[in-house]
Nanobody, 115 residues
Framework: QVQLVESGGGLVQAGGSLRLSCAASNFIFSINRMGWYRQAPGKQRELVADITSGGTTNYADSVKGRFTISRDNAKNTVFLQMNSLKPEDTAVYYC?????????WGQGTQVTVSS
């Protein structure tokens, strides 16, 4: 079955950076839109960024200019580079195949930004 395995989360101070990775398997990665969602405690899950098979990217307003989504089709991996992190970026981040709706979800990786 489809597998999405996130890595790269952790604890970082405000203003710092993290790079999330998502290794995908058991589907044709290159033709799929991929996304990153996040869910903070007590809040609804939100779409942070996505990237089409052709490399077109979209971002939530809250992360524009700070986060960058990219993909490496040769390695079946999607990335989320997060710069200038803020405490409000604290959440569990999920990699997805497809967005709106997301068809498959990874297990999530925790990102905690301290002030």
């Amino acid at each position: 079955q489809v597998q999405l395995v996130e890595s790269g989360g952790g604890l970082v101070q405000a203003g710092g950076s993290l790079r999330l990775s998502c290794a995908a398997s058991n589907f044709i990665f290159s033709i799929n839109r991929m996304g990153w969602y996040r869910q903070a405690p007590g809040k609804q899950r939100e779409l942070v960024a996505d990237i089409t098979s052709g490399g077109t990217t979209n971002y939530a307003d809250s992360v524009k200019g700070r986060f960058t989504i990219s993909r490496d089709n040769a390695k079946n991996t999607v990335f989320l580079q997060m710069n200038s992190l803020k405490p409000e970026d604290t959440a569990v981040y999920y990699c997805t195949r497809g967005t709106r709706p997301a068809l498959n979800w990874g297990q999530g990786t925790q990102v905690t930004v301290s002030s």
